[in-house]
């Protein structure tokens, strides 16, 4: 099992910023990708970014430019920070794990999710 605690959610004006960590514990060896999700009021739950075992970063298009993504191995923790947020950055954000242990089948771990607001 892995745990994931998520903090640095809050209320900012557009054009602020704000960073999101997530401390992974447990059985974290084996661990292929971490990363954050959100997901808006009405809509479907979206990748943001994530990052694989070998540090390959990926970002959904509109975030490109504004969100950094970056991980700690040492401490398993992931963090995004995010600049000149806008309105349409709001939703709740949720970070995201996926190993794959020796067996081949893969396991999803999610975080309890952290509200992020920006306010017009």
């Known amino acids: 099992q892995v745990q994931l605690v998520e903090s640095g959610g809050g209320l900012v004006q557009a054009g602020g910023s704000l960073r999101l960590s997530c401390v992974a514990s447990?059985?974290?060896?084996?661990?292929?990708?971490m990363g954050w999700y959100r997901q808006a009021p009405g809509k479907q739950r979206e990748l943001v970014s994530s990052?694989?075992?070998?540090?390959?970063?990926t970002y959904i298009d509109s975030v490109k430019g504004r969100f950094t993504l970056s991980r700690d191995n040492a401490k398993n923790i992931v963090y995004l920070q995010m600049n000149s947020l806008k309105p349409e950055d709001t939703g709740v954000y949720y970070c995201?794990?996926?190993?794959?242990?020796?067996?081949?089948?893969?396991?999803?771990?999610w975080g309890q999710g952290t509200q992020v607001t920006v306010s017009s």
């Open positions: 990052i694989s075992s070998v540090g390959t970063i």
């Open positions: 447990g059985s974290t060896f084996n661990i292929n990708r």
């Open positions: 995201h794990v996926l190993r794959l242990p020796s067996s081949g089948v893969p396991f999803d771990y």
